[in-house]
């Protein structure tokens, strides 16, 4: 059978029934389902459209968001074509917009991008560093991914981790955002031209949590300095509703050094209702930077698909299969870990509760993640749910859609005023009460478990056992001059990696990695014609999430409709005939008549 039947086979059986329109235009990331809010679908679907570059929309929000374009096609925005459809200019307030009067991109900040990414000051030999759970460099190796992150280590209170929040690992499309953020006031609109690297994210994260009993919006709501829901140090408010989450700041950091901010936007209303995200649900803050989250970053990660796009995780990350429980994907700046989207019902703590408000849950039945990790203990994940554009938007309203979260949803569950400091009380108060970040950035001296990027210098402050030595490039292959095995016999760092460039002929196998002291995988260059052996020593950690499709490691199940309540909501669609007859026919093909 050819290669573009299975595909079209593999759409059908991922969804039942074919897109209206193209599948590589069609909402194709994957999403999951758990919480209070209701949910009618698969539990792939996300609300989402692959960018233009792959002949999609290339946003995530309502449908209608095609018709609400604001930026100048001159510049790479302007309205898509998708199926022989055209987008079209927004009306904002009584100003219809065109090509001739569209909005031009912001530039980049003139200031220079940051070179110097280590930190400062000088470890203390008064402290005790943790190195289990969180703070294991075996953990943060294998969780971490990109050149985003440039440390990350625990000292014996916080794990600390510096970020330049560069997505790295998947490309973002802003410049297919229909509507995106205005620059405080000037008119232009944040987009790709807007990226720079001129300051640092920092997380502190607790490691020490006290939960509230309760998970609602008022959850911390005491702890801000700013009641009125505007502005800094303001939790977020709605005219009819409170959430106890920064109005104005961020929630959480994502494995790949990115800052996560809630699904809402500082008026409390939904974030792609306003039409101002990309397919992975990016986009640039009106001060510019680089982009932070306002939806799950999940991606289309089947290495198949003629146009493949891909966010910051997907199916083949999920280390058991689509049955299994999700993988890490983020830190919550209240101490808690994130969790991705549940890709079917029967994976471990689907409905052991189901999602409380904050967005999080702790399983009711014993168990443990890939990482080893008591799933007892609370954590959130992303999640997926029904909405309505509503007047406010950009979207026309009542117009339906999907909607995902990034983790914390109203509030966090952490008792933010048992901690002695953490990033959600940073944003939430300048109260002398609790750590400043000068306070929590210690690191103990003679550290073992830490991840550190290539020229980010923490020689003073590890112990020699945590440390490689480089090897020679492998046969066929070389180390680029610069990298941190470009000279054979060099000290390599927990974390450190390096990728050789191979021969003509020859393709790269595995990465060379230093973790905790072991080179736990060496790369070789292997004949381009032949199979890729498996990495040298057999049993190194692969990172997860990844940025790279593996094949032999995703299950992608046929989603099947679900049904039940969420907090007494109807929850699911009720199985029509013709759509399991559909499913079961095109599986049986599938089955039967495709290889890849």
């Known amino acids: 059978m050819s290669r573009s039947c299975c595909l079209f086979l593999f759409a059908l059986l991922c969804d039942g029934a074919p897109h209206s329109s193209s599948w590589g235009n069609a909402s194709r990331r994957l999403s999951v389902t758990a919480g209070t809010q209701a949910f009618t679908g698969s539990l792939y679907d996300t609300g989402c459209y692959a960018p233009k570059a792959d002949s999609g929309w290339g946003f995530c929000g309502p449908l209608s968001c095609k018709d609400a374009y604001i930026t100048c096609p001159g510049e790479g925005g302007g309205p898509a074509t998708v199926d022989g459809v055209t987008g079209t200019y927004v009306k904002d307030g009584s100003t219809q917009y065109s090509s001739s009067n569209c909005k031009s991109f912001l530039a980049r900040t003139s200031n220079a991008d940051r070179t110097n990414w280590g930190p400062t000051g000088q470890c203390s030999s008064s402290c005790s560093q943790q190195t289990t759970g969180v703070c294991s460099g075996t953990f943060l190796a294998k969780v971490l991914v990109g050149t985003g992150v440039k440390f990350a280590f625990c000292n014996d ?209 014993a168990g443990t993640d890939e990482h080893g990790f008591d799933l007892t203990a609370y954590h959130y994940h992303t999640q997926v749910f029904d909405a309505t554009c509503e007047s406010g938007g950009k979207c026309t309203v009542g117009d339906s859609y999907k909607v995902s979260t990034t983790g914390p949803f109203q509030c966090f569950k952490a008792d933010l005023t048992k901690s002695e400091g953490s990033s959600a009380l940073l944003t939430a108060t300048q109260s002398s009460s609790y750590k400043t970040k000068d306070q929590m950035g210690y690191r103990c001296c003679s550290m073992t478990d830490y991840f550190v990027q290539h020229g980010v210098d923490l020689s003073a402050d590890v112990a020699s056992s945590s440390t490689c030595t480089a090897p020679s490039a492998p046969a066929n292959g070389v180390y680029a001059a610069g990298s941190a095995c470009a000279s054979a016999g060099s000290t390599l760092y927990s974390g450190n990696q390096c990728t050789p460039t191979c021969n003509s002929g020859y393709k790269v196998n595995g990465i060379t990695r230093c ?33 790279s499709p593996s094949p032999s490691g995703a299950s992608n199940p046929s989603p099947s409709p679900q049904t039940g309540t969420i907090d007494g909501a109807a929850f699911g669609t009720s199985p029509h005939l013709a759509h399991v007859i559909l499913s079961l026919t095109v599986a049986a093909a599938f089955s039967l008549c495709c290889s890849w």
């Open 157 to 365: 209170k916080w794990l600390i981790i510096q970020s330049s929040g560069e997505p790295s690992v998947f490309t973002p499309n802003l410049n297919d955002v229909p509507f995106p953020p205005a620059h405080d006031g000037t008119g232009t609109r944040t987009g790709m031209a807007t990226l720079d690297t001129t300051r640092a994210d920092l997380l502190f994260y607790p490691l020490s949590v006290t939960d509230l009993s309760t998970a609602a919006g008022t959850n911390n709501k005491d702890v801000f300095d700013v009641q009125t829901g505007v502005g800094k140090y303001s939790y977020l408010k709605s005219s009819t509703a409170m959430y106890g989450i920064p109005s104005d700041d961020g929630i959480a950091m994502a494995v790949n050094g990115q800052s996560i901010f809630p699904v809402y936007n500082n008026n409390a209303g939904y974030t792609p209702a306003k039409c101002e995200v990309d397919s992975c649900s990016n986009h640039v803050g009106q001060g510019g930077g680089q982009p932070h989250f306002h939806g799950d970053p999940f991606g289309d990660q089947d290495p198949s698909s003629s146009s493949p796009h891909y966010c910051l995780y997907g199916p083949s990350n999920y280390s058991s299969g689509a049955t299994g429980h999700p993988p890490v994907i983020g830190f919550a700046n209240d101490g808690h870990l994130i969790y991705g989207r549940y890709l079917s019902n029967s994976a471990p703590g689907f409905a052991a509760p189901i999602l409380d408000v904050c967005g999080g849950h702790s399983h009711t039945a």
């Open 515 to 547: 973790v905790k002291g072991v080179l736990t995988e060496t790369a070789t260059c292997v004949d381009s014609g032949s199979p890729s052996p498996s990495p040298s020593p057999s049993d190194s950690p692969s990172p997860s999430p990844s940025p």
